[in-house]
């Protein structure tokens, strides 16, 4: 957002905020494993009644880059026709398609189809080539003959998406596409890194209307004393000093699923239930921010190999598949299970003390192969809320996954899920060579699922939802019930997604900066102003995005 509202045809200045320190700009982050760990900042919900109390763990990351900097870089266009049904006007798969090409630079492009599986035709029906983000397919030409072999199995079973970004054939199992670059496009060897939207966007620009501001925490939205829904910037810290950043257009808040709501709600924007017992003035009784958060659940299961799974080439997780439980006739035009395989179980060390996976195979370090399938319900029945629990903007919100008593509905969707795959490693003839024995659950619960997915469901990363589109916003992702002040992270999500949710957010914050850019072209008050605050000159910002203009 902060590289597009800056490019120069714009003429406006820019201040982008983010509560992270630079630490995030070193190479460690670079590379390209899931770094998500206990060091990072867990954002534990309250106890859950369908979990026998347990809390579920959501990492964020703090930093320019935001939490894709630790995040598995999956790489998934969302279902065309969940879009066209369920998202608002404005957002449906042809009007978000155009941001989706806008945004990579696929790697169909330079090598041949031969090693990317994508046609030429195919690719340049679905895939862009001028954007800024690295996108990597498998490399079907470097695969060990379990790949292959899985490959066919799947073929034959429910179908092999050689593109799963084909909205004409998105079922079935695939080998995953990632954030990534390669140092060298054209060279499958090429050693490669994380293509994360701070490499992507921002790292090398040097624009003088751009000023990024890291280790600057935001402490909520500022309103004109006359005009008191008409929002005028921002309050953060940075290095224990307090300044006022002052908008001339926006403020953009990109804090993401738990802090944007949070800014919204201790500024005074929110359900005035929630606030008026903290004393907060309301400014916008707007009941939606905070509601409707939406998160995918997801249970594991590990698997004894006769030999060891290899990732892909590129280091990339190996494959999954995108399924339909068909247990909704209302989801029956796209999927709602998602199913990873990894090589082995992703983070293994670091869930383990807390979604309480099976601490057998955690601790003993088993020297034997083996592979974890990670079963997703993708659409769950389950909605719940973020709300503030004090009145300091440095708390965590309070967060309720809504996982208190699971519907039939999201319970038999899981079991659907580890079924499939209890059938694809006993019943296949893939599984039949590959696959020794079920180690986890196995008989870990005396066979009780319903004990397992208790005890282990946890969150699949990928919440979203609680300043959803068409609710808390209008149509533009402007805030409801306030001026100048525009959404733009997962918050923004009115309903979740079949897949995981970054490139969908990506073509999203391509369009709200379309839609910024359209508002503000044809703005007669496009005067030349700019602001001190204090020691700083003001402008916008990525994460508190304040929206200026130009001298
Ligand atoms: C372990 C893990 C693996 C995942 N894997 C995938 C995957 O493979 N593919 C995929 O598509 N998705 C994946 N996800 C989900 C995806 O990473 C997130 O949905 C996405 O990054 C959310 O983006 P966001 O911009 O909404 O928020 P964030 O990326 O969380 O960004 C919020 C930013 O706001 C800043 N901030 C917060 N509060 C303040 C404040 N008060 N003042 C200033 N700054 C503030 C933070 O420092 C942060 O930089 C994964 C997530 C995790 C945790």
Redesign the pocket.
Known sequence: MAARLSEPDNNWTVLA????SASALTPQYEVDG?L?GVYDPNYFSVPQNYLLGRLVR???????????M???????APSRHLLDQLWPNGWKWDDLFPYMVKIQNHYCYYLPSSLTGISDADCRLWHGQDGPIDIAPPLFGNMSDLLIEMMNECEQDVGFMTDYDNPTKQYGCYFQQQFRKPLNKTDPNSSSIRASTWEAYLKGINRTNLQILDS????KLVFDDNEPTKCIGVV?EYKGQVYTATAKKEVIL????F?TPK?LQLSGVGPKLWLEPFGIKIIADNSEVGKNFMDQMAVYTAFETTEPVPPLPWGADTCGWLLNSRLKESYSNWTDIQIYCYSQFP?LTLDVPIVGYDPILAYSNPPISFMTFLVFNTLPDAHGTVKIQSLS?YDRPQIDHGWQNLSEYDQMNLQYGVNFVRNMTTSTRWGQKYVKQELFPGNRYGGSDDLHRRLNLCSA????GTCGLGKCTDNQARVLGIKNVRIC???LFPTQLNV????T?YSMCEKVAHLVRDQHSHDPTNIASIYHCQKLKLFISI??LSLFLNQ
């Open positions: 905020l983010d509560r992270g899931d998500s959501n990492p964020r990351y703090y930093g320019i880059g935001g939490t894709a630790i995040n598995g870089m999956t790489a998934v600057a925490t935001v402490l953060y990109s804090a993401g699923v802090d800014l983070g903007p990363y990928h919440q979203v992270d997962v918050s995981n949710p970054t490139f957010l994460v508190f």
